[in-house]
C-alpha cells in the first residue's frame, strides 16, 4: 500500500503510511511546547454522518486504548482521505458526557421523562418475546423496523425477510422519493452517478459542493472537473455557496425548474444539438409512436417531429415568465449544455424534486437532457447509480414475505417510492392498523418529519403502538416517547458494510468497533461488541441475532436458522462470521487482493477500511449477454432482462422496454397519461398559488449547512459551536416591503400554525422566496433527555386543539467531566419549523412536497422567540385535501403496484395482487 507523496522527492506526504498503522507514533499537541510522543493503532472505519460513508482513520491511543482522535483513511476510493467538518466530529459524538450509555426502560407514562437502566438481556427478552407472540397470533404487519440513516447494504432487507413480514419503514419519502421514481421511470435505476471529475458542463440542481447527497466525495470531483475546464451551472433559489462557485447560477422560482429545464431540450434538439443516434438507439421511442400515434410512420425522423411539437410551447419567453431567470441566460446555458456531448454531469436532490409537487417531473426533465446529449453512462456523464455501486448478497436468503403491509404501500399511491412514512400517524389515527412493536432506528420522526405534532400524539397512544423501541446513538425528540431507549454506537463503534455511487466505479467499505479491533489485534477476545464500547453502546448486527434467537429460540418458527454460522451449522452467527463470508464469497477481487498481501479478506478489510473493486465503469447498456438474438424476451419482475438492438441481445436498462423510457406506458397504465413524458407540472407553491393580498410568499425549509446533519450532529460540540441558528433569509427588496432588518423577530404562518424566528437581510436569495435551514432548532422537553450542547428545553400547552410550543430555557454552559460544557458561549439552538408543516404527500411519487406557502409578518407582542405554534384539526384538513389528489390503484391484472417498480423487502409476487373482496384499509 503505497500513498502519494506531496511532491515528488520532497519526503513530505499527506499521510502516514499504512505499513506504520500498527505503530504510529507523533507528538501530543496539548503538550507542546514539550515534545511527548504517542504511540497509536490506526484502525479504519466509515463515517456515519451522511450517507456518503467516507473513510476515517481511529487514532487508538496504546496506552489508554481510548480513541484520541478521527482523520480520514487516505485508501477509501471515494473520500481519498479527506472528510468534511462532521466527519472528525466523530470524536465529540463518542466524547459526550450527555451520550447514552445503557439500556433504558420508561417508568412512567409514555413521553414522561422518566427512565431506569435495565440489560440488554432484560430488554432482548421483553421485545423478543413480544414479537414472538405477534407472530404466532398472524400478527407480523405489527411489526415495524423504521430507519433514518441506514449506513448498511441489505442487512436489513435479510432480517425482515427472515423474520417473514412486510415491516420495513424507512425515511425516504420526507427525503429522495421524488427524484428517485423520476429517474426509475426512465431508466429503473432510481439515482443519478455523475462523473463529475470528466465532465465538460456539470449541471446542479443541488448544492453538492457543500452539502446534498455524497457531499465530500462529490465536491471534490466538482472541483477536479472544473480544474480541468468544466463549467459549474447551479439552478437554485438560494445562493448556496455551491451557486457561489457557479459559472452560472438560475435562481429559478421555486418549482419552475422543468419549465427551464424542458425549454433547453427544446433549444438543444431545435437547434440540432441533440445525440439523434443515441436517442434513437436507447430510447423507447417505437412504443410512443404506437401507443399515441398508431396511423403514421413507426419511424424515428416522425417520433422527432412529434418530440418537437410536444416541447414547442417551452420556449425561453415561456421559461423566462415561470422562473424568473432571464431568457437570454437561459438560452446560453442550453447551449452550453448542447455543446457538452457526451459530457454532462448532473444531480437533483432534495431541493426542486424534494420540495414541489411533481417534483419527480423535475428529475426527468433532467435527465431527459442527459439523454439528448448523449451523457448516459458516459466518461464525464451520468450513469444509473446501479453501475457504481456494490451491493453484497448472502450464503442463504430468506424467502419473500408472503405480506403486503397498507400501513406502507397503501392503495392511493401505487407508484410511490417507497412507504408512505410520514403518513404513519394518520393511518394509524384513520384505523388502518396498528402497531404492536415498532423500531425507530437511528430516526427522528417527531423532529424532522412535518405534522411532529401528530407523531407525539399516535407514539403516546398505547392502543395504536404497543411497544416503541429507540434504537439511537443520541437522545432525540422521538425516543423521548419511546418504552426502550438502547444506545447504538456511533461510527467507530459498530459494523456495516456501505458502497455509494460517488463516483465512476465500484467500491466496499467497512465501518468496524475501533475499541474492538484494536484490541482483538491485541489478542483479547469479545463475546460482543458492547464489551469493548463505552459503557454498554451496541450495534444493531448483534442486537439482530440474539433478538431472532430470542423470537424463535428453537427453530421452529423457522427463524433462527437465517442467524446460525455458515461455517458451524446450528450455533449461533457471529458478526466476525457474517463478514468473513460476504468478504470471501461476494466481493470480486477482494479474495485475491488480499492473498497478494499475505491476508484473509476479513482481515484486509479490517486493515485497510475499503477496496475498489472497478474503476471507470461507462456503458454498461451495450454488454452483450450470452444469451442470443431472436430467443423471445427475457423478464423477471415484469423488467427486461435484456433488449435486442442492432440483431444483438444487450444488456440494456431494467425497464419494462429494456431501454430508456422517453415515453412511459406505465404512467399511462396507473392513471397519469398525460405526464407519459418528462413534463412541468406546476407545483403547489407556483407563483399562480400565492395570494399577494395576503402577502403570501414560498418558504425553503429543505437546506443543508455543511456542518450539521439532521439529528446526530446535536451532540457533536465543535460543529455546534460553529452553527447554532438558523435565521429567516428574507431579499432586501423583501425585507423593505415588510420594514424588516436583520435581527428582526418575525412570525411565518404556515398552513396549520406558525413559528417565530430572527430575520436575516440578503441578497443571497430570489425576491418572494424566503428560506430557513432544517438543521436547527432541537429540543427537549425534560431534563436528561437531549444534548444541552444544541437542544432548548421547551414547554408545551394546550388550547382546544392547538397546542404551542415554547422554549423555557435555552443553549448554556453545564456541568459536566467535559470542561467545554461549562465554556459554551452561544445561547440559541435556532427554531424548530417542521412541526409548523402540514403532510404535502405528492399524489405520484408519495414524497412530502417540502415548500410552504407562508406569510411573514413581524412578531406580535405574545411571540417569542422559538415559538412554534400548531392546529392540529388543520393539520388532519390539510392531509385529507391531499390525500383527495391520489389516484389510487388497483393497476392493470388488479396489482397494487407496478411489478418492475423496485420497493424495498419486495414480499412474494403474488402479494402485489389485491385479492378480490379486500377493501383498501381506510374503509
Ligand atoms: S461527507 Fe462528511 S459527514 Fe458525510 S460521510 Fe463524508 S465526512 Fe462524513
Known amino acids: 500500500m503505497t500513498i502519494e507523496r506531496l511532491s515528488p522527492g520532497s519526503g513530505l506526504q499527506p499521510y502516514h503510511p499504512p505499513e506504520q498503522w500498527d505503530d504510529w507514533r507523533e507528538y501530543d499537541p496539548r503538550q507542546w511546547p514539550r515534545r511527548v510522543e504517542r504511540r497509536y493503532q490506526l484502525v479504519p472505519t466509515i463515517c456515519f454522518n451522511c450517507e456518503a460513508a467516507c473513510g476515517l482513520l481511529a487514532y487508538v491511543d496504546q496506552e489508554t486504548m481510548t480513541v484520541r482522535k478521527f482523520e480520514g483513511n487516505p485508501l477509501h476510493p471515494a473520500s481519498r482521505g479527506r ?48 414479537i414472538q407472540k405477534a407472530f404466532r397470533e398472524g400478527r407480523r404487519n405489527e411489526v415495524m423496523y423504521h430507519v433514518g440513516r441506514a449506513g448498511y447494504e441489505r442487512t436489513m432487507d435479510r432480517i425482515l425477510r427472515a423474520w417473514g413480514i412486510d415491516g420495513h419503514n424507512s425515511h425516504t419519502n420526507v427525503c429522495s422519493a421524488s427524484a428517485r421514481l423520476g429517474y426509475a421511470l426512465w431508466s429503473g435505476y432510481d439515482r443519478p452517478s455523475p462523473d463529475h471529475a470528466n465532465a465538460r458542463v456539470i449541471l446542479l440542481l443541488s448544492s453538492h459542493l457543500e452539502s446534498g447527497h455524497y457531499f465530500n466525495p462529490h465536491a471534490q470531483r466538482i472541483i477536479e472537473g472544473k480544474l480541468k475546464g468544466a463549467r459549474l451551472v447551479v439552478m437554485d433559489p438560494r445562493l448556496s455557496n455551491t451557486a457561489s462557485m457557479a459559472d452560472h447560477w438560475l435562481p429559478t422560482h421555486p418549482g419552475s425548474e422543468a419549465a427551464v429545464l424542458l425549454a433547453m431540450a427544446r433549444l438543444i434538439l431545435e437547434e440540432g444539438a441533440a445525440d439523434l443516434a443515441y436517442l434513437e438507439r436507447w430510447t423507447n421511442w417505437r412504443e410512443y409512436m404506437a401507443d399515441r400515434l398508431p396511423g403514421e410512420e413507426p419511424s424515428f425522423s416522425s417520433f422527432l417531429a412529434a418530440l418537437k411539437h410536444l416541447y414547442r410551447e417551452y420556449t425561453p419567453e415561456f421559461a423566462e415568465g415561470e422562473s424568473g431567470v432571464p431568457r437570454e441566460k437561459i438560452v446560453a446555458v442550453a447551449r452550453l449544455i448542447g455543446g457538452a456531448k457526451g459530457g454532462l454531469a448532473s444531480h437533483v436532490w432534495r431541493g426542486s424534486a424534494s420540495g414541489n409537487l411533481g417534483g419527480w417531473q423535475v428529475a426527468r426533465a433532467l435527465q431527459l437532457l442527459t439523454v439528448l446529449t448523449g451523457s448516459v453512462g458516459t466518461p464525464g456523464g451520468t450513469s444509473p447509480h446501479g453501475w457504481n455501486k456494490y451491493k453484497p448478497v448472502f450464503w442463504e436468503e430468506p424467502p419473500p414475505a408472503k405480506e403486503w403491509n397498507e400501513l406502507l404501500f397503501p392503495r392511493e399511491w401505487p407508484l410511490s417510492h417507497y412507504e408512505m412514512s410520514f403518513l404513519l400517524p394518520h393511518f394509524l389515527k384513520e384505523g388502518r392498523g396498528r402497531l404492536d412493536v415498532y423500531f425507530t432506528r437511528v430516526y427522528n420522526p417527531v423532529w424532522t418529519n412535518p405534522d411532529g405534532m401528530a407523531w407525539m400524539e399516535v407514539l403516546q397512544d398505547e392502543s395504536l403502538v404497543g411497544l416503541h423501541v429507540a434504537l439511537t446513538p443520541i437522545w432525540n425528540e422521538t425516543a423521548g416517547f419511546a418504552d426502550f431507549v438502547l444506545p447504538m454506537g456511533h461510527a467507530g463503534e459498530r459494523h456495516d458494510i456501505q458502497s455509494q455511487e460517488t463516483q465512476s466505479g465500484r467500491w466496499v467499505s467497512f465501518r468496524q468497533p475501533v475499541l474492538r479491533a484494536a484490541r482483538e489485534r491485541r489478542g483479547e477476545v469479545f463475546r460482543a461488541t458492547h464489551e469493548a464500547n463505552p459503557g454498554e453502546v451496541w450495534e444493531e448486527d448483534e442486537f439482530w441475532i440474539d433478538l431472532s434467537w430470542r423470537i424463535d429460540p428453537d427453530g421452529s418458527m423457522g427463524i433462527r436458522h437465517f442467524f446460525e454460522s455458515p461455517y458451524r451449522g446450528g450455533e449461533k452467527l457471529t458478526v466476525h462470521e457474517y463478514y468473513r463470508w460476504i468478504f470471501e464469497n461476494a466481493v470480486p477481487g477482494l479474495p485475491e487482493r488480499a492473498a497478494k498481501e499475505g491476508l484473509a479478506p476479513l482481515d484486509y478489510m479490517r486493515r485497510y477500511g475499503a477496496f475498489l473493486i472497478e474503476e471507470n465503469v461507462h456503458g454498461l447498456e451495450e454488454k452483450p449477454l450470452t444469451v442470443p438474438a431472436g430467443t423471445g424476451p427475457l423478464r423477471k419482475d415484469g423488467k427486461a432482462l435484456g433488449v435486442e438492438v442492432g440483431g444483438k441481445r444487450l444488456a440494456g436498462f431494467p425497464t419494462p422496454s429494456g431501454k430508456l423510457e422517453i415515453y412511459s406506458r406505465t404512467l399511462v397504465e396507473w392513471g397519469w397519461p398525460e405526464e407519459a413524458l418528462p413534463g412541468y407540472i406546476r407545483s403547489h407553491v407556483h407563483r399562480q398559488a400565492l395570494d399577494p393580498e395576503k402577502g403570501e410568499m414560498v418558504l425553503l425549509p429543505t437546506f443543508r449547512l455543511p456542518t450539521l446533519i439532521h439529528t446526530r450532529s446535536g451532540n457533536a460540540k465543535y460543529l455546534n459551536e460553529i452553527s447554532h441558528r438558523n435565521p429567516l433569509w428574507v431579499h432586501t427588496r423583501d425585507a423593505k416591503r415588510l420594514a424588516l432588518e436583520t435581527g428582526d423577530l418575525v412570525r411565518v404562518t404556515t398552513e396549520i400554525g406558525h413559528f417565530v424566528n430572527h430575520v436575516w437581510v440578503t441578497e443571497g436569495i430570489a425576491p418572494g422566496v424566503v428560506a430557513c435551514s432544517h438543521h436547527l432548532g432541537r429540543w427537549r422537553l425534560h431534563e436528561g433527555e437531549g444534548s444541552r450542547w444544541s437542544a432548548a428545553r421547551v414547554a408545551l400547552e394546550r388550547r382546544g386543539t392547538t397546542v404551542l410550543m415554547r422554549q423555557i430555557e435555552g443553549v448554556g454552559p453545564f456541568p459536566s467531566p467535559d470542561p467545554d460544557s461549562s465554556r459554551i458561549w452561544w445561547s440559541d439552538g435556532g427554531v424548530h419549523q417542521n412541526l409548523a408543516f402540514p403532510v404535502h404527500p405528492d399524489p405520484v411519487s408519495g414524497m412530502h412536497c417540502w415548500h410552504q406557502k407562508v406569510v411573514v409578518s413581524r412578531a406580535r407582542a405574545e411571540d417569542r422567540y422559538g415559538d412554534v405554534l400548531v392546529d392540529t384539526a388543520r393539520s388532519g384538513a390539510v392531509y385529507r385535501e391531499w390525500l383527495a389528489k391520489a389516484r389510487p390503484g388497483p393497476g392493470p391484472g388488479g396489482l397494487r403496484r407496478p411489478l418492475w417498480l423496485d420497493r424495498p423487502l419486495r414480499p412474494a409476487e403474488e402479494m402485489f395482487v389485491i385479492p378480490a373482496e379486500s377493501p383498501p384499509k381506510n374503509e
Open 83 to 130: 472528510n468534511c467538518a462532521k466527519g472528525p466530529a466523530t470524536i465529540n459524538q463518542i466524547q459526550d458526557p450527555e451520550r447514552i450509555l445503557y439500556p433504558l426502560r420508561r417508568t412512567g407514562k409514555r413521553g414522561e421523562g422518566k427512565w431506569a437502566r435495565v440489560t440488554w438481556e432484560e430488554a432482548l427478552d421483553e421485545i423478543g418475546g413480544r
